[in-house]
């Protein structure tokens, strides 16, 4: 199938092959038809799988150009608004449509202006009610999107969006998209749709897959060690780690950067300013590693996120399904890395289940293991590296005291100290000690009784002796330079 077998409009048809899309991705193929012959409809797909196009292209197929605001998006957040809004440009731009962006933290009167003159508005709740409600704007469209409509209730703009629709005509075409069906979501579509179709990409499809997910066991006290030594072996271009509180987030940064590595938390306080440098920063490269809460990452799109590392296994599926959507975007592929503790297995079960994936069990690799990896990373490096001028003359200048022998072992040397693998030899539970693991917690669940199929958060002994670890750790960072004794620091090295 091709974006021609649909029925769009010519200059649209041009901005796709611009676009470099060739196949319509899943969503796209059964959600473009129903637009296009005018229902209103709920769609149900992943995040990364397309949906900007599956509502952008038909309705800027079916849009006039005639000077008024024909459709509105509604989104989660300002990023994302700017973002759609990118992508609806370039589809749009060739047949005369524009796009203004709305969102809160900036001027009313440039935003008003924009939407004067566009054709499709991309609006946050908040922004869009104001200026609804003061009577600012009035538009009529004909096509209303509610984008990431799972995300917008996680955020609490029920309330808002309802009050939005107020103003809105009851003649239009209502879609809404979201990455989970929660009863709340239900609800609300009963509310603003009319006669819907309802699109839902099956569960397969629905998790990317070309996102493979992997789960390691590891006791509660060695997450950060294992979680340093998986970086090292996968060396993600770019990875996000995610982590249940903001506490923890500031802790791992201050870790990771004592490790020498380029990192930055991500929080949901942050202001505005601030996380959009820092986003930008991870887009450039000036940072690898994003430390971040399911909040603060909601709606991050990044391409070429190539991990995804849940530092502690989240509290629901949706969480899971929503963190490990931030890699494989765009069609890319990518991995979703989970650190589980015996206590969390039949969690990670649980979620395997819910989400419909099977999820493999993996063996954290030895220092050994990785450092001969490595090793032979640095041959095929050596291999392809150029001779420069400077290198030629650096090496005469040596010869005068040392043989070529001795100063291949010094460079060598030089190099492989700036790659040492730090940390113990095994991390982790090996494939047998996991297969006893997951014995023990099934005894555990048929003796209690416990059949809800979700892990009691007990604190144990062990456990709260883990807890005392941890912060005995972060102790360590603060006074001690960020050098932890555990597993060496490798803060003079890297960085
Ligand atoms: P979602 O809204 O489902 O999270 P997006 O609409 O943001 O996904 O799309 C994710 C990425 O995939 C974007 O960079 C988009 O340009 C690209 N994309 C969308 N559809 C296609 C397609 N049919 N072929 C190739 N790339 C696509
Ligand atoms: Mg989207």
């Given at each position: 199938m091709t974006f021609t077998d649909f029925n769009l409009k010519e200059s649209i048809q041009h901005a796709v092959a611009e676009a470099g899309f060739t196949e319509p991705s899943p969503v796209q193929q059964e959600a473009i038809p129903l637009v296009l012959d005018g229902h209103d409809m709920i769609a149900q797909a992943q995040t990364g799988t397309g949906k900007t196009a599956a509502f952008g292209?038909?309705?800027m197929s079916m849009m006039e150009a005639d000077g008024s605001v024909e459709g509105l998006v509604i989104v989660p957040t300002r990023e994302l608004a700017m973002q759609v809004s990118d992508e609806l440009y370039r589809f749009g731009r060739n047949a005369g449509l524009r796009t203004a962006t709305v969102y809160g933290g900036t001027s009313y009167s440039k935003q008003i202006d924009r939407i004067r003159q566009a054709s499709i508005i991309i609006a946050t709740p908040g922004r869009l009610q104001d200026l609804l409600k003061s009577n600012m704007i009035k538009i009529s469209p004909k096509f209303v999107v509610l984008d990431e409509a799972d995300e917008m209730l996680d955020m609490g703009f029920l309330d808002e969006i309802k009050n939005i629709?107020?103003?809105?005509?009851?003649?239009?075409q209502t879609l809404m998209f979201s990455a989970t069906m929660p009863k709340a979501i239900r609800k609300l579509a009963e509310e603003i749709l009319e006669n819907p179709k309802t699109v839902s990409i099956t569960k397969s499809e629905t998790t990317n897959t070309k996102i493979t997910q992997q789960y390691y066991v590891v006791?509660?006290?060695?997450?950060?060690?294992?979680l340093v030594r998986l970086i090292d072996f996968k060396n993600p271009n770019k990875c996000i780690i995610f982590c249940r509180m903001k506490k923890e987030v500031d802790r791992l940064v201050a870790h990771l950067t004592a490790q020498g590595f380029k990192v930055s938390g991500l929080h949901g306080d942050m202001e505005q300013k601030q996380r959009e440098v820092t986003i930008r920063a991870f887009k450039q490269g000036g940072i690898d590693i994003f430390v971040a809460t399911d909040v603060a990452a909601r709606g991050l799109d990044v391409n070429d996120v190539t991990h995804v590392f849940n530092y502690h296994i989240p509290f629901d599926s949706e969480s899971y399904v929503h963190r490990i959507g931030r890699t494989g975007r765009g069609g890319k592929s990518g991995e979703a890395i989970t650190l589980v503790s015996p206590n969390e297995l039949r969690t990670i079960k649980r979620i395997e289940k819910d989400v419909g994936t099977q999820m493999s069990t993996e063996v954290i690799p030895t220092r050994v293991e990785v450092q001969n990896a490595k090793a032979n990373e640095l041959i095929a490096k050596i291999a392809e590296t150029e001779v420069t001028e400077a290198a030629i003359n650096l090496v005469k200048t040596l010869q005068h005291d040392?043989?070529?022998?001795?100063?291949a072992h010094l460079l060598a040397s030089m190099i492989q100290g700036e790659n040492a693998v730090k940390g113990k030899d095994k991390i982790g539970l090996d494939h047998a000690e996991i297969a006893k693991a997951f014995e023990r917690s099934r005894d555990e669940k048929s003796s209690k009784n416990r059949g809800r199929g979700r892990a009691p958060r007990r604190r144990n002994d062990r456990d709260r002796n883990e807890r005392g670890g941890d912060r005995r750790s972060k102790t360590r960072h603060h006074s001690g330079?960020?050098?932890?004794?555990?597993?060496?620091g490798r803060g003079s090295n890297r960085g």
């Open positions: 292209l038909p309705i629709f107020t103003f809105l005509p009851k003649e239009r006791q509660e006290h060695e997450r950060d060690d294992a040392l043989d070529i022998v001795t100063i330079g960020g050098r932890d004794s555990r597993n060496g």
